[in-house]
């Protein structure tokens, strides 16, 4: 069995899926924490990405860091926010140690806080 790397991103702040908000997965180095870009993605209007952001052979142990570009998703909604945001990129580092599992990593945020687990 393969694993896959899976996000999803909920406003908590107006009770709906993040639709168009920027993701940018990094992979970082073992030893030197320097990431390198893998890609980047925009979520749909269910706030998923439309494939798996890693699976196959992309998929392997490591640590990974997700970028969520919140400041520039919640710009575009109709809430009152200070300029700068309070919130901006909000990343999510975590390690695979098992390439062969499904990792699922959600957000849940607002323009002022957020949350994540591992999901499945």
Same mark, same amino acid.
């Given at each position: 069995?393969?694993?896959?790397?899976?996000?999803?991103?909920?406003?908590?702040?107006?009770?709906?899926?993040?639709?168009?908000?920027?993701?940018?997965?990094?992979?970082?180095? +073992?030893?030197?924490?320097?990431? =390198?870009?893998?890609?980047?993605? $925009?979520? #749909?209007?269910?706030?998923?990405?439309? /494939? %798996? !952001?890693?699976?196959?052979?992309?998929?392997?142990?490591?640590?990974?860091?997700?970028?969520?570009?919140?400041?520039?998703?919640?710009?575009?909604?109709?809430?009152?926010?200070?300029? +700068?945001?309070?919130?901006?990129? =909000?990343?999510?580092?975590?390690? $695979?140690? #098992?390439?062969?599992?499904?990792?699922? /990593? %959600? !957000?849940?945020?607002?323009?002022?806080?957020?949350?994540?687990?591992?999901?499945?």
């Amino acid at each position: 069995m393969m694993g896959r790397l899976t996000t999803h991103v909920l406003d908590t702040a107006q009770g709906r899926p993040a639709a168009n908000l920027r993701i940018d997965l990094w992979a970082l180095h +073992p030893h030197t924490d320097e990431r =390198v870009l893998i890609k980047t993605v $925009i979520t #749909n209007r269910d706030g998923r990405t439309d /494939v %798996p !952001l890693l699976e196959g052979e992309a998929f392997k142990t490591g640590v990974y860091e997700l970028c969520f570009a919140v400041g520039d998703y919640f710009a575009t909604e109709p809430l009152l926010q200070p300029a +700068p945001p309070f919130l901006d990129v =909000v990343p999510v580092r975590f390690g $695979i140690a #098992n390439a062969s599992e499904h990792f699922h /990593v %959600p !957000l849940l945020v607002s323009p002022y806080s957020y949350t994540t687990y591992r999901g499945s």
